[in-house]
């Protein structure tokens, strides 16, 4: 297992346009997060999964946005219509529990043109 | 409500100097504060945490600071090299019923000079 992976990198779409990302966490993390980054801040927190359950989801979610994790492994986050201001690095973490921190993936830039 | 924010958004360096990169925080339920590092075009990669109940700890040519009375917490890097040359974030961890949040700040670029 090589960390948390996130397809693809680079997405780059038209507004209006939905678009899919994924992410595949360590393996043995029952915990996985999503963020949002925009340039020069730090990341935002949008949803988090125990397993399969979605247990909490940030105000910035709106509901263009939704994210799944069918079987408690991958997740995938959607977001449908695409609007300029969704462009932004989409990062997926995971972790173990227990312990404080989590471990991410690179990202998924996307960019709404 | 809850933030976590840094003192300079920008700090430069020479190589084998130390390095100071200070954070003020609000919020005093968090049980843990996290440093984490993030290259360009990389996640953050965690880099040293310490509990709420401690001062100080040591790692690998860093060291955390936290002074719960004026809620700053800073990170220390010894003998910054270039490879330090990256964006820096504080961030604190809050434990909700089920998980740990966990909560950045706007993040501090380290600049190495050779």
């Known amino acids: 297992d090589t960390g948390v992976s996130q397809n693809p990198r680079h997405k780059i779409t038209k507004r209006g346009q939905n678009v899919t990302f994924r992410c595949d966490p360590i393996?043995?993390?029952?915990?996985l997060y999503w963020y949002r980054q925009t340039l020069g801040q730090g990341p935002e927190f949008l949803t988090y999964?125990?397993?399969?359950?979605?247990?909490?989801k940030s105000r910035l979610l709106s509901d263009r946005f939704s994210a799944e994790r069918p079987k408690g492994s991958f997740s995938t986050l959607e977001i449908q219509r695409t609007e300029q201001g969704d462009s932004a690095m989409y990062l997926c973490?995971?972790?173990?529990?227990?312990?404080?921190?989590?471990?991410f993936g690179s990202g998924t830039r996307l960019t709404v043109v | 409500g809850e933030s976590v924010g840094l003192h300079l958004p920008t700090l430069s360096v020479q190589e084998g100097d130390n390095s100071i990169i200070n954070c003020a925080y609000s919020?005093?339920?968090?049980?843990?504060f996290i440093w984490y590092k993030q290259e360009s075009g990389k996640g953050p990669q965690f880099i040293i945490d310490?509990?709420?109940?401690?001062d100080k700890r040591q790692g690998q040519r860093v060291t955390v600071l936290l002074n719960k009375t004026v809620k700053h917490l800073s990170l220390q890097i010894a003998a910054t090299q270039p490879g330090d040359s990256a964006v820096y974030f504080c961030?604190?961890?809050?434990?909700?019923?089920?998980?740990?949040?966990?909560?950045f700040g706007p993040g501090t670029s380290l600049s190495v000079i050779p």
């Open positions: 973490a995971s972790s173990p529990g227990g312990r404080p921190g989590y471990t």
């Open positions: 393996s043995e993390h029952n915990r």
């Open positions: 999964f125990q397993n399969e359950a979605q247990l909490e």
């Open positions: 919020n005093s339920a968090s049980d843990y």
């Open positions: 310490i509990r709420s109940n401690m």
């Open positions: 961030a604190e961890n809050t434990p909700r019923a089920s998980y740990d949040k966990v909560i």
